[in-house]
Nanobody, 128 residues
């Protein structure tokens, strides 16, 4: 069964940290480009961090140096480590997978339209 299941969201104060997890079924994480996206109320979904199958990454400018994406091939999972959280980081966070399985040769895209398999999301709240 093809499925992505996020977990790890919650409420933190500004400056705090969270680790989001995405458990993947039906795909092997090392064979697909994957990423994390977020959507705040009234706003469009945006790319936060993505990882190519070759290990290269792309981060949104607003989260660079604060967030880190990683994969665990043994757990077949993808993670988003978030540090120094800000109120503007709040939103629903989604894990997504690009079905095609090819590499972007060092420049994986942040555009949500490139990723066709999505999880249900996990909520992150950051209080000031």
């Amino acid at each position: 069964q093809e499925r992505l299941e996020e977990s790890g969201g919650g409420s933190v104060q500004a400056g705090g940290s969270l680790k989001l997890s995405c458990a993947v079924s039906g795909f092997t994480v090392t064979n697909h480009n994957m990423g994390w996206f977020r959507q705040a109320p009234g706003k469009e979904r945006e790319g936060v961090a993505v990882m190519d199958i070759d290990g290269s990454t792309t981060y949104a400018a607003s989260v660079k140096a604060r967030f880190a994406i990683s994969k665990d091939r043994f757990a077949n999972s993808v993670y988003l480590h978030m540090f120094n959280l800000k109120p503007e980081d709040a939103g629903m966070y989604f894990c997504a997978l690009e079905r095609r399985g090819g590499t972007w040769y060092g420049n994986p895209p942040l555009s949500p339209s490139e990723y066709g398999i999505w999880g249900q999301g996990t909520q992150v709240t950051v209080s000031s």
